[in-house]
T-cell receptor
Framework: ETGVTQTPRHLVMGMTNKKSLKCEQHLGHNAMYWYKQSAKKPLELMFVYNFKEQTENNSVPSRFSPECPNSSHLFLHLHTLQPEDSALYLC?????????????FGPGTRLTVL | AQSVTQLDSQVPVFEEAPVELRCNYS??????LFWYVQYPNQGLQLLLK??????LVKGINGFEAEFNKSQTSFHLRKPSVHISDTAEYFCAVSDLSNQGGKLIFGQGTELSVKP
């Protein structure tokens, strides 16, 4: 595997379910990101991890819980979601050197909350 | 606070025609600027970025963009588009005050190339 991979690619869940999204990067990067992409809206940054430490939480509701066990893996744990949480969730990684970094994106997980 | 405005939500164009996708930004400090492309059912891919130096930046797939500080713009251009350029294009900005590599994205421009 190369680049940034995300599983599953599609997920349908009820509002009472608990599920997790997984992201893995094979680029030797130190920073990882979660974004939410809704139709006709700019990408919304949710969380940033640098060297496994969370450095950004963009006022995300607590029903979204990130986990970064090491620099290569990032999870997004989901529970008691709302229908408006339906979106494409994108993971990205970068070297972690700062503002000039190129971010490399995974293909996303399409989440539907019923 | 920084912001990015992509002035066109949709741009239809015929194959082999030139195209310009417009991007304006707002920031009180020096910025770095990026264009990303998203093909259907894929993640975002970097097209090009401006960090410093020449204001004309060349990217992949024949795209280029020009940084205009006085007009706070970073428009993306291609002299002759192909059907395969059909995708969504995102402009993004980062600045020196942002140590964490945080990008602010515009709302995207859907480029539709017709035969």
């Amino acid at each position: 595997e190369t680049g940034v991979t995300q599983t599953p690619r599609h997920l349908v869940m009820g509002m009472t379910n608990k599920k997790s999204l997984k992201c893995e990067q094979h680029l030797g990067h130190n920073a990882m990101y979660w974004y939410k992409q809704s139709a006709k809206k700019p990408l919304e940054l949710m969380f940033v991890y640098n060297f496994k430490e969370q450095t950004e939480n963009n006022s995300v509701p607590s029903r979204f819980s990130p986990e970064c066990p090491n620099s290569s893996h990032l999870f997004l744990h989901l529970h008691t979601l709302q229908p408006e949480d339906s979106a494409l969730y994108l993971c990205a990684s970068s070297s972690g050197r700062g503002t000039t970094d190129t971010q490399y994106f995974g293909p996303g997980t399409r989440l539907t909350v019923l | 606070a920084q912001s990015v405005t992509q002035l066109d939500s949709q741009v239809p164009v015929f194959e082999e025609a030139p195209v310009e996708l417009r991007c304006n930004y707002s920031s009180s400090v020096s910025v770095y600027l990026f264009w990303y492309v998203q093909y259907p059912n894929q993640g975002l891919q970097l097209l090009l970025k401006y960090l410093s130096g020449s204001t004309l930046v060349k990217g992949i797939n024949g795209f280029e963009a020009e940084f205009n500080k006085s007009q706070t713009s970073f428009h993306l251009r291609k002299p002759s588009v192909h059907i395969s350029d059909t995708a969504e294009y995102f402009c993004a900005v980062s600045d020196l005050s942002n140590q964490g590599g945080k990008l602010i994205f515009g709302q995207g421009t859907e480029l539709s190339v017709k035969p």
